[in-house]
T-cell receptor, first 113, second 114 residues
């Protein structure tokens, strides 16, 4: 089984709809991250959490919210989806260390019509 | 704040040819440097990293990168590529310290053909 899983893998939604993307990990890592990937822009950090009670905004948090339900679960919500949120979304985890190698999930492809 | 520049968005190369993917960083302090690889329809995975010590770091599949402080570069090289190396490669930088985060470059798509 994969260490970092994301559901759904693909999602099509309409403008204005609320949508939640979920991430689960079995690696026992305390840190979790949400990124979006757009062609030509690389990965940009949306939110990150260093532990269950620590949630922080990344560089592009507007229009998104997150919930860290447990050490192993970190959800990303789009309260009212808009077309420019169409992107590939990745969850990642890492352990608290100076090296901080990040481990990525397989991604969720989101299309907002 | 630190930043990363990958000037080449795409690099086409024939199988068994050498390749270099360029990465330059900007930071006023020492940094950690990483290369991540994204194979088609997959998430990113760490390829190699420079934290300190020897400036030449190697991966298990034949890639290597050299940290050059004077040039502020961390270029990725492989002397002979294989079809299976076709992927997108991301350079990333991080400040030392456990509270800092990764900053990714825009990626370079390596396309290996016969």
């Amino acid at each position: 089984d994969a260490d970092v899983t994301q559901t759904p893998r693909n999602r099509i939604t309409k403008t204005g709809k609320r949508i939640m993307l979920e991430c689960s990990q079995t690696k026992g890592h305390d840190r979790m991250y949400w990124y979006r990937q757009d062609p030509g822009l690389g990965l940009r950090l949306i939110y990150y959490s260093f532990d269950v009670k620590d949630i922080n905004k990344g560089e592009i948090s507007d229009g998104y919210s997150v919930s860290r339900q447990a050490q192993a679960k970190f959800s990303l919500s789009l309260e009212s989806a808009i077309p420019n949120q169409t992107a590939l979304y990745f969850c990642a985890t890492s352990v608290h260390s100076y090296q901080e190698t990040q481990y990525f999930g397989p991604g969720t492809r989101l299309l907002v019509l | 704040a630190q930043s990363v520049t990958q000037l080449d968005s795409q690099v086409p190369v024939f199988e068994e040819a050498p390749v270099e993917l360029r990465c330059n960083y900007s930071s006023s302090v020492s940094v950690y440097l990483f290369w991540y690889v994204q194979y088609p329809n997959q998430g990113l995975q760490l390829l190699l990293k420079y934290l300190s010590g020897s400036t030449l770091v190697k991966s298990i599949n034949g890639f290597e990168a050299e940290f050059n402080k004077s040039q502020t570069s961390f270029h990725l090289r492989k002397p002979s590529v294989h079809i299976s190396d076709t992927a997108e490669y991301f350079c990333a930088v991080k400040l030392p310290g456990t509270a800092s985060k990764l900053t990714f470059g825009t990626g370079t798509r390596l396309q290996v053909t016969l």
